[in-house]
């Protein structure tokens, strides 16, 4: 693994082999002993083209946890700002000597482009509507501390799907572990053809729920549609946010998550969303950090610069 551009396409065993390097960083970070020589004298950069708050702070902990120095380019404020293009600052950043670059940006495909013109190791921390794929390993490890295994568990992904990297993700991710996929949303926020990425669809959240061991909340991405696709927060929640009554449709000690940020009152109740034993939304942000310090970790291995 070279770079880390998507889930789709990855096996069993690369996923596994991730998860329980990740699993071994989840301790390390408890009991304050990461082992900070591991990325010492490397540079990872962070890029962000797009707003984030949980993935652009666990990748600069990630990094600075395994002994990494770690750049935050603040786009608002660079050259990119002038007209550089994506291409001139990757290629800027390049002779920079960077070892590992942390991409986000509003287009789909802009992390694997990059990956083509930089000699460090790309990750992909969230292309457009495409994928992004640390936080599909995130949820991934989340629910495998709580089951044991993915095999065979039913994980409804619910609401906005159209928009969703995340779903993408997580759906090409849970197909690869054995796991049963369900999306549930209404037809205008649901993708053409989504049975053929693997998935049941269902439009209804009871039936979508029903008996369900996992359940991923997506957030509805008003900045990504062109037209209004839901006729009002108050009427999305009513039929698609989940409160305790819809929750009660899985089973009783189904998983509640979701990847944040969070719009409560819209896709997601605050009693059902902090709920002291259903709600995994809290873990998901830890497992982010040890998630993504094991992606630097397999990287920095195998990278250009290694
Ligand atoms: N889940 C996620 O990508 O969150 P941020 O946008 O805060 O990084």
């Known amino acids: 693994m070279r770079h880390l551009l998507a889930i789709e396409g990855m096996h069993r065993p690369q996923i596994a082999s991730l998860l329980d390097l990740a699993e071994s960083y989840v301790l390390l970070n408890r009991t304050g002993k990461t082992p900070r020589d591991r990325l010492r004298g490397r540079t990872l950069i962070n890029l962000f083209f797009e707003d984030s708050t949980r993935t652009r702070t666990s990748f600069e902990l990630a990094g600075k946890r395994l002994g990494a120095d770690v750049i935050n380019m603040t786009v608002s404020t660079s050259s990119v700002n002038k007209g550089e293009t994506l291409l001139d600052t990757a290629a800027t950043l390049n002779a920079m000597n960077c070892d590992l670059l942390v991409v986000r940006h509003a287009s789909s495909g802009a992390p694997a482009l990059l990956a083509q013109k930089v000699d460090a190791a790309v990750i992909n921390a969230g292309d ?179």
């Open 128 to 306: 457009g509507t495409h994928e992004h794929p640390t936080q599909a390993l995130l949820d991934a490890l989340t629910i495998r501390r709580h089951r044991g295994s993915l095999e065979n568990l039913i994980v409804a992904i619910c609401g906005d799907v159209l928009h969703s990297r995340v779903a993408r993700s997580n759906i090409h991710l849970l197909g690869a572990m054995g796991a049963r996929v369900r999306l549930v949303g209404p037809p205008t926020l649901m993708p053409a053809a989504a049975e053929r990425l693997g998935a049941e669809v269902f439009h209804d959240m009871a039936s979508g729920l029903a008996g369900a061991d996992v359940v991923m909340m997506l957030r509805l991405q008003l900045e990504r549609m062109a037209r209004g696709l839901v006729p009002s927060a108050r009427e999305y929640f009513r039929f698609y946010g989940l409160d305790a009554q819809k929750l009660a449709c899985a089973r009783p000690d189904a998983l509640v998550m979701h990847p944040g940020p969070m719009n409560r009152g819209v896709e997601i109740d605050s009693a059902v969303a902090d709920h002291p034993t259903r709600s995994v939304i809290r873990e998901q942000v830890e497992m982010g950090v040890a998630v993504r310090m094991a992606v630097l970790d397999v990287l920095s291995r195998v990278g250009a610069n290694a």
